[in-house]
């Protein structure tokens, strides 16, 4: 595609539900990043994928955030047991490689009830 | 670990106004700085991509600098428009770090 895709675009979703987030990247893109942002904060790393592997995710908050990229390309974001701190937007960034520019996505605005 | 301030923390200007933000960061050992424009409800767009090794970046009206010993970025915005009008942020990478560390931002208005 011409740029990176997330969806959905917004999710509202109650207290202790499981949510799934997704990202597309840009096509032949190996280096995906997740991030989270509040208002008006910048964005907060969560965790680096290069290829199908997470090179870094020492960014999750704690064990009930994990994501996936199993075949290098899409790769989603799962979040168990939602907590009301939870809510933020969501963004997803892929770049060429290591120290490329990024391109973001237009965000997962999550709600959590 | 690496900490970036974003100053100031938002800005009103008259149309036409030549701008100037400013980024700082604790560590010099860097590997890149990046500037980003943020639109209200959006994602985070490039603006331009500063290596260790360049002194400075230039796309169109801005232009963006890298003083790696003070720790210092900045973003030049010449005649600034209403179209200007955003979240202005700055990443850091350090190196031998998968990592990018985020500002808070500027956010800027740029009235007609």
């Known amino acids: 595609g011409a740029g990176v895709s997330q969806t959905p675009s917004n999710k509202v979703t109650e207290k202790g539900k499981y949510v799934e987030l997704r990202c597309d990247p840009i096509?032949?893109?190996?280096?995906l990043y997740w991030y989270r942002q509040s208002l008006g904060q910048g964005p907060e790393f969560l965790i680096y994928?290069?290829?199908?592997?997470?090179?870094?995710d020492s960014g999750l908050p704690n064990d009930r955030f994990f994501a996936v990229r199993p075949e290098g390309s899409v790769s989603t974001l799962k979040i168990q047991r939602t907590e009301r701190g939870d809510s933020a937007v969501y963004l997803c960034?892929?770049?060429?490689?290591?120290?490329?520019?990024?391109?973001f996505g237009p965000g997962t605005r999550l709600l959590v009830l | 670990k690496q900490e970036v301030t974003q100053i100031p923390a938002a800005l009103s200007v008259p149309e036409g106004e030549n701008l100037v933000l400013n980024c700082s960061f604790t560590d010099s050992a860097i590997y890149n700085l990046q500037w980003f424009r943020q639109d209200p409800g959006k994602g985070l767009t490039s603006l331009l991509l500063i290596q260790s090794s360049q002194r400075e970046q230039t796309s169109g009206r801005l232009n963006a600098s890298l003083d790696k010993s003070s720790g210092r970025s900045t973003l030049y915005i010449a005649a600034s428009q209403p179209g200007d009008s955003a979240t202005y942020l700055c990443a850091v990478k350090s190196g031998g770090s998968y990592i990018p560390t985020f500002g808070r931002g500027t956010s800027l208005i740029v009235h007609p």
């Open positions: 096509s032949g893109h190996t280096a």
């Open positions: 960034a892929s770049a060429r490689g290591y120290g490329e520019t990024q391109y």
């Open positions: 994928f290069q290829g199908t592997g997470a090179a870094d």
